[in-house]
């Protein structure tokens, strides 16, 4: 069931829902523990979670490709989020998104070829006084334009400090 992936560990999969399978409302808690364990959802871990909560594996699919939280394949090493609230956008960010789209040559939650970047929309970062903002891992980064934009790539391409 959960085979051929060397990166996953079926045994702490197993051990988070084991932990959580009991208690009322199970399912978010053991997709979120999972999530920020692998950093995704694996497809084979589904079955396994459905049998222990009395679940199909469509409920159990269904509420994961609901919600843009969970991801069903290992994000980039460097996951992008562009806000796409109102005030982003009345700031520019759809253009911002397109120039991001082309640059990167990926979509929307897509990853680059090299594994570099995850490019993801978000739909309020809290950094309205300074749209259009984006976030990178746990820093945001507010007055994003396409020059800081690229400035913001070669820096993550490089490993150097993300831009303030």
Avoid: W
Avoid at 25 to 46: C, E, N, R, V
Avoid at 67 to 80: D, E, L
């Amino acid at each position: 069931m959960l085979e051929n992936n060397a990166a996953l560990d079926s045994g702490e999969i197993r051990s988070i829902v084991t932990q959580y399978q009991h208690k009322p409302g199970a399912l978010l808690p053991i997709l979120h523990a999972i999530q920020d364990k692998l950093g995704y959802i694996p497809p084979d871990s589904l079955p396994l979670i459905a049998e222990a909560l009395h679940l199909s594996r469509a409920e159990v699919h269904g509420v994961v490709s609901f919600y843009h939280y969970f991801r069903s394949a290992p994000a980039g090493n460097h996951v992008v989020q562009i806000c796409r609230a109102e005030s982003c956008q009345a700031m520019g960010s759809r253009a911002l998104e397109s120039y991001a789209k082309a640059s990167l040559k990926i979509d929307y939650h897509q990853t680059t070829a090299d594994g570099e970047i995850t490019l993801e929309p978000v739909y309020c970062l809290g950094n309205c006084a300074c749209s259009p903002s984006v976030r990178v891992g746990q820093d945001v980064i507010g007055n994003m334009d396409n020059k800081k934009f690229e400035q913001l790539l070669s820096e993550l391409t490089t490993q150097k400090v993300a831009v303030q």
